[in-house]
């Protein structure tokens, strides 16, 4: 009686009426936050919808974590809801929804709508302008990252390490990086673990790769992140043996699981090795923690099996990812093929795109048609390249330059210029890479004149190397000798640092060329001028240039520098004794090749045709009866000179 009594008092079931809405707003205010920070993000929006549909007054804590679920969401229309949201609800003014606000926008890449929120904040703190710093950095606006730096500093805000770190992905010079690094150590937030990989990063970036192993090394409490950062930069600095080693050490001292970017980066660098056994006991790890369907683990591990030349664990991969496979995996795989000369089932596979929905990128056209030139096969390449054509396709200049090589290999001179007035129509015959392979196609087709005319409309050359190899061989193999040199001498006057192969190119044109003295001054050169050690190809067009001028003992000089003379070497000297008639050093020679090739008679052939040359016709018995009795089979064609 009493509980119905009460119930019925005058006003009680009105105030009844007013808390339970209240009772369920405040409650719903609590769980949007719960959700998000269990990965709800969509049901955490829905919940506020809900809330908004029913006019409850959200209050100013409420916008910030809706704000990051629509970056995590990539929702910018949602995003743009809220604001129209927060504005009516007069909380636009408030730091903590504004910051957020203005991240949220940042990563969102709406750039201008994250400065117009920042622009527009009454009173900022350092944790809107940490959003405003890391934001502009992150979409690549290091200048105005930099600006609002500035400002910060001259508004008295200490910097933290946010601020730091975020600065530190803006640096565009090493010389900034290391001024940054030098305020962390000031603020005392050097070891600060988003700091160091931050800086472990930069220093990377910029080649300072022991400076970053040493920063890497000194990080206290290193995570995941820190690691993989550490990984990218050793694998961009060409030392992936370091990431395996590294990677042991983290799965000793680190509780946390490798996540997807370990993988990759630790497969890479087994792929870099062609480390077949590490790579599979890394593929058997991803297994055990249940990571072998991700699609790009699932394409590195696909993309190291075929660098490997292990075609079927490569192609089980391939098959256990069907369902996921992206283009990036089916690309992997025809590339792969063609790398192992398996140009039958790289076709197979390129026709198969269309069953999964997928169309050729040009990637995968380009995998094709180098591909098919790489294997000389050059006709399958040029029909390719029609191919893609007519699809509207536009080529990627890496498969302009394989169809021009194929035109170069076949001395096919109409489809070279055809593709060259494709280069001129898309605007890239001022590409280097581009120029040199026409430069490349003219020579090998014969028109050097062509080429010339090509290389003298850059008004300023580049300062590749092989832009002017391209020239100078070109004249050595249509025996144009003086205009290689020419070219090598133009290559010194335009400050243009030569490599291993200009040296080849010009050494023989001046071999063929009988210029002796001007290709001593040029081999002298390589170690003087440009800290380029002489090889065994550099000695041996000097060997052969000396054998040629009758400069025999010169020769035998250059080859005792040699630490392992070639065998192409000693006959190329054997060939100059042949020529000069020297039977002395000739039959040292002989020696030496029969030590090297005891099965070959052709040096005692050669020495046998000096010593005919001589009229020493017992010498030429004694040669003829030391191939008798080493049962050396005479090749055929070439005249022991005995008549």
């Given at each position: 009686?009493?509980?119905s009594?009460?119930?019925?008092?005058?006003?009680?079931?009105?105030?009844?009426?007013?808390?339970?809405?209240?009772?369920?707003?405040?409650?719903?205010?609590?769980?949007?936050?719960?959700?998000?920070?269990?990965?709800?993000?969509?049901?955490?929006?829905?919940?506020y919808?809900?809330?908004?549909?029913?006019?409850l007054?959200?209050?100013?804590?409420?916008?910030?974590?809706?704000?990051k679920?629509?970056?995590k969401l990539?929702?910018?229309?949602?995003?743009?809801?809220?604001?129209?949201?927060?504005?009516?609800?007069?909380?636009?003014?408030?730091?903590?929804?504004?910051?957020?606000?203005?991240?949220?926008?940042?990563?969102?890449?709406?750039?201008?709508?994250?400065?117009?929120?920042?622009?527009?904040?009454?009173?900022?703190n350092?944790?809107?302008l940490?959003?405003?710093?890391s934001?502009?950095?992150?979409?690549?606006?290091?200048?105005?990252?930099?600006r609002?730096?500035?400002?910060?500093?001259?508004?008295?805000?200490r910097?933290?390490?946010?601020?730091?770190?975020?600065?530190?992905?803006?640096?565009?010079?090493?010389?900034?990086?290391?001024?940054m690094?030098?305020?962390?150590?000031?603020?005392?937030?050097?070891?600060d673990?988003?700091?160091?990989t931050?800086?472990v990063t930069?220093?990377?970036?910029?080649?300072?790769?022991?400076?970053?192993t040493?920063?890497?090394?000194?990080?206290?409490?290193?995570?995941?992140?820190?690691?993989?950062?550490?990984?990218?930069?050793?694998?961009?600095?060409?030392v992936?043996?370091?990431v395996?080693?590294?990677?042991?050490?983290?799965?000793?001292?680190?509780?946390?699981?490798?996540?997807?970017v370990?993988?990759?980066?630790?497969?890479?660098?087994?792929?870099?090795l062609?480390?077949?056994?590490?790579?599979?006991?890394?593929?058997?790890?991803?297994?055990?923690?249940e990571?072998?369907?991700?699609?790009?683990?699932?394409?590195?591990?696909?993309?190291m099996?075929?660098?490997?030349?292990?075609?079927?664990?490569?192609?089980?991969?391939?098959?256990?990812?069907?369902?996921?496979?992206?283009?990036l995996?089916?690309?992997?795989?025809?590339?792969?093929?063609?790398?192992?000369?398996?140009?039958?089932?790289?076709?197979e596979?390129?026709?198969?795109?269309a069953?999964?929905?997928?169309?050729?990128?040009?990637a995968?056209?380009?995998?094709?048609?180098?591909?098919?030139?790489?294997?000389?096969?050059?006709f399958?390449?040029?029909?390719?390249?029609?191919?893609?054509?007519?699809?509207?396709?536009?080529?990627?200049?890496?498969?302009?330059?394989?169809v021009?090589?194929?035109?170069?290999?076949?001395?096919?001179?109409?489809l070279?210029?055809?593709?060259?007035?494709?280069?001129?129509?898309?605007?890239?015959?001022?590409?280097?890479?581009?120029?040199?392979?026409?430069?490349?196609?003219?020579?090998k087709?014969?028109?050097?004149?062509?080429?010339?005319?090509?290389?003298?409309?850059?008004?300023?050359?580049?300062?590749?190397?092989?832009?002017?190899?391209?020239?100078?061989?070109?004249?050595?193999?249509?025996?144009?000798?003086?205009?290689?040199?020419?070219?090598?001498?133009?290559?010194?006057?335009?400050?243009?640092?030569?490599?291993?192969?200009?040296?080849?190119?010009?050494?023989?044109?001046?071999?063929?060329?009988?210029?002796?003295?001007?290709?001593?001054?040029?081999?002298?050169?390589?170690?003087d001028d440009?800290?380029?050690k002489?090889?065994?190809e550099?000695?041996?067009?000097?060997?052969?240039?000396?054998?040629?001028?009758?400069?025999?003992?010169?020769?035998?000089?250059?080859i005792?520098?040699?630490?392992?003379?070639?065998?192409?070497?000693y006959?190329?000297?054997?060939?100059?004794?042949?020529?000069?008639?020297?039977?002395?050093?000739?039959?040292?020679?002989?020696?030496?090749l029969?030590?090297?090739?005891p099965?070959?008679?052709t040096?005692?052939?050669?020495?046998?045709?000096?010593y005919?040359?001589?009229?020493?016709?017992?010498?030429?018995?004694?040669?003829?009866?030391?191939?008798?009795?080493?049962?050396?089979?005479k090749?055929?064609?070439?005249?022991?000179?005995?008549t």
């Open positions: 009686m009493s509980s009594t009460s119930l019925s008092r005058p006003g009680l079931n009105d105030k009844a009426d007013h808390w339970v809405p209240l009772y369920h707003h405040m409650k719903t205010q609590t769980q949007i936050p719960k959700l998000i920070t269990n990965g709800f993000y969509k049901e955490a929006l829905s919940l919808s809900q809330q908004h549909s029913a006019s007054p959200p209050h100013k804590f409420t916008f910030p974590p809706l704000f679920v629509c970056a990539k929702s910018s229309i949602q995003g743009q809801i809220l604001h129209a949201h927060l504005i009516k609800t007069g909380f636009s003014s408030e730091i903590h929804a504004a910051t957020a606000l203005t991240d949220m926008y940042m990563k969102l890449n709406l750039v201008s709508n994250a400065l117009k929120v920042f622009n527009e904040m009454p009173d900022r350092l944790a809107s940490n959003a405003a710093i934001g502009f950095s992150q979409n690549g606006y290091v200048r105005e990252a930099l609002v730096f500035k400002e910060a500093v001259v508004e008295l805000f910097p933290n390490s946010v601020t730091v770190a975020s600065v530190l992905s803006a640096c565009e010079s090493l010389d900034h990086g290391l001024q690094h030098c305020l962390a150590i000031k603020l005392g937030v050097e070891m673990v988003y700091v160091a931050t800086l930069i220093y990377s970036n910029f080649k300072e790769i022991a400076v970053a040493r920063v890497f090394g000194e990080t206290p409490g290193k995570n995941i992140v820190s690691y993989n950062a550490f990984f990218t930069g050793l694998l961009n600095n060409g992936p043996l370091v395996l080693k590294v990677f042991k050490d983290m799965k000793e001292c680190l509780s946390d699981e490798p996540n997807s370990t993988f990759i980066s630790v497969i890479s660098a087994c792929a870099s062609l480390y077949l056994q590490f790579g599979r006991q890394v593929h058997g790890l991803t297994l055990k923690i990571k072998q369907s991700d699609t790009v683990i699932g394409t590195a591990l696909v993309d099996y075929l660098k490997c030349g292990c075609l079927p664990w490569a192609d089980d991969v391939f098959q256990e990812l069907r369902g996921s496979r992206n283009i995996t089916w690309n992997t795989m025809i590339a792969g093929m063609m790398l192992n000369g398996r140009s039958e089932k790289a076709m596979l390129f026709e198969g795109l069953h999964e929905g997928f169309k050729p990128d040009p995968t056209w380009n995998s094709m048609i180098s591909g098919f030139s790489q294997l000389g096969m050059r399958e390449a040029f029909k390719l390249f029609e191919k893609m054509q007519s699809t509207g396709m536009v080529p990627s200049l890496k498969c302009v330059t394989s021009l090589s194929a035109c170069a290999d076949l001395s096919a001179l109409k070279g210029k055809e593709t060259h007035g494709h280069v001129i129509r898309a605007d890239l015959n001022k590409d280097e890479s581009m120029a040199t392979a026409l430069i490349s196609m003219y020579m087709c014969g028109q050097p004149s062509w080429a010339q005319r090509f290389f003298d409309q850059f008004e300023i050359k580049p300062d590749d190397p092989a832009f002017w190899n391209a020239m100078i061989s070109g004249y050595g193999r249509n025996g144009e000798y003086e205009s290689a040199v020419e070219i090598f001498d133009l290559m010194q006057q335009e400050k243009v640092k030569p490599n291993s192969a200009s040296f080849v190119a010009v050494l023989s044109a001046c071999g063929h060329a009988g210029h002796v003295d001007k290709a001593l001054q040029i081999f002298t050169m390589m170690d440009f800290g380029l002489p090889k065994q550099h000695f041996g067009c000097m060997v052969d240039l000396l054998g040629r001028s009758g400069r025999l003992d010169e020769a035998r000089e250059l005792r520098e040699l630490p392992e003379p070639t065998v192409s070497v006959h190329s000297l054997l060939g100059a004794c042949w020529c000069h008639l020297n039977s002395d050093l000739g039959e040292e020679m002989a020696m030496k029969q030590e090297m090739e099965e070959n008679p040096p005692f052939v050669i020495l046998s045709n000096i005919a040359g001589l009229g020493r016709w017992e010498d030429v018995g004694r040669i003829r009866q030391m191939i008798n009795d080493r049962q050396l089979t090749l055929p064609g070439i005249s022991a000179g005995i």
